[in-house]
């Protein structure tokens, strides 16, 4: 029977005669529950004698309710929980590490976040920046692991440290195949980090057959990430946050459509499949039209590509988000020559990058796009060598 990190830490007794003497903090959000969708902060205070000291919420705020990016979760610390905790924020413009105050209340911290497979999603960053900040200050970290819903398939050139930010924080690939527990590892050992580091894996959790298990409801660990389909995706569509493209933010599908009032659509999928139609295989394109409420093009109607990342169109193996819509946006950039499709910056506390270029981890997707006289090859072969390297690179650190 599968069983999730945080059943096996309270079933287990993995705690016993480790933290009962602790002071814990808890990092954590509204997609920190168990099978049955009991939190994982009650089910401590329900089946151990343990004491969690503070709350620590990572980018969209504990409670999982803030949408964009650069909108502070700060203000959750003048707020409590039903059970009086305090709450801070990891997420601010002030700080995202922890600080001195966050570290005296606590001797271990607990982490059980709900990941997607995504370099860019920045509970990534936020693990590493606290595995950093308690090796400094000697305080443990224990993660609860969760299922990595994209999988184990590698996509995405390794980051250039140059273009180092808040949505990449290492050097790996954009879609790295880790769970948090494994991600973890890893980076401990490539920092030489001197923390005390506990991983309670999940038991029974098969990643290559089922990525995400069956019967496990998928609770929304930030506002846009609404199904395992959405995460399939993100690894891909997250690139057109920075882009004049939408996302599909503000409708019902977000992260997994894309495009633009009067982009013609029918000419950039032709062109897509003439290409490279090994890249867009996996999954099914459909023309579609949206109408966000918020965000880009409120209120205007956008003609756009849907991506069906679910069965029966879905094969895991073959599907690659973050080349097809590299592919997207060089098809987009021959169809509409004189669309600006460039977002500047400020981005995700960067303010001198070109987000497209942190979010794809340097300037060589970018430059790609606009030249005329690239072909896919190049891409690919800028590629391939980095996810060939990442492959053999993060063997010595898988747990399942």
Not at 101 to 129: A, H, K, P, W
Not at 265 to 288: Q, S, Y
Not at 363 to 377: G, K
Request: glycine share 4%; charged share 25%.
């Amino acid at each position: 029977m599968f069983t999730l990190g945080i059943e096996s830490f309270i079933k287990e007794n993995f705690w016993k005669n480790r933290l009962e003497k602790s002071r814990l903090a808890f990092l954590g959000h509204t997609a920190s529950v168990d099978q049955k969708l009991q939190s994982s902060i009650q089910l401590i205070q329900a089946h151990t004698p343990l004491k969690i000291n503070c709350i620590i919420g990572p980018q969209h705020g504990f409670k999982s309710t803030r949408q964009a990016n650069m909108i502070t979760t700060e203000d959750e610390a003048s707020q409590s929980t039903a059970n009086d905790y305090p709450i801070f924020s990891l997420y601010s413009d002030k700080t995202r590490r922890l600080t001195k105050e966050m570290l005296s209340n606590f001797d271990v911290l607990i982490v059980d976040l709900q990941d997607v497979g995504c370099r860019v999603y920045t509970y990534l960053t936020t693990l590493f920046y606290v595995l950093e900040d308690c090796s400094k200050a000697g305080k443990e970290v224990w993660i609860l692991d969760r299922p990595n819903p994209a999988g184990r398939k590698i996509e995405g050139s390794l980051l250039n440290e140059e273009f180092m930010s808040f949505v990449g924080a290492a050097p790996l690939p954009i879609r790295h195949g880790l769970t948090l527990g494994e991600a973890a590892h890893w980076y401990c050992s490539l920092k030489n980090l001197n923390v005390q580091l506990e991983i309670i894996k999940m038991k029974n959790y098969q990643p290559e057959k089922k990525p995400w298990p069956d019967n496990l409801i998928w609770v929304l660990p930030s506002p846009n990430m609404v199904d395992e389909e959405c995460a399939r995706c993100y690894s891909g569509t997250v690139l057109l946050e920075g882009t004049k493209v939408s996302e599909a933010r503000g409708t019902v599908f977000p992260l997994k459509a894309f495009g633009f009032p009067d982009m013609n659509t029918e000419h950039i999928l032709k062109l897509m499949n003439e290409l490279a139609p090994e890249w867009i295989k996996g999954c099914a394109l459909k023309e579609e039209f949206f109408q966000p409420v918020f965000d880009k093009f409120q209120s205007q109607t956008c003609s756009a590509i849907r991506i069906y990342a679910k069965k029966p169109f879905y094969e895991e193996t073959l599907f690659q988000p973050y080349r097809l819509v590299s592919l997207f946006l060089k098809c987009l950039k021959k169809t509409h020559p004189d669309f600006d499709w460039i977002s500047p910056p400020p981005y995700e506390y960067e303010y001198e990058k070109l987000p497209i270029d942190i979010l794809s981890g340097d300037d060589f997707l970018r430059l790609w796009i606009e030249d005329q006289n690239a072909s896919v090859t190049d891409l690919e072969n800028k590629l391939l060598p980095d996810e060939q390297l990442w492959q053999e690179q993060r063997k010595k650190f898988l747990l399942y």
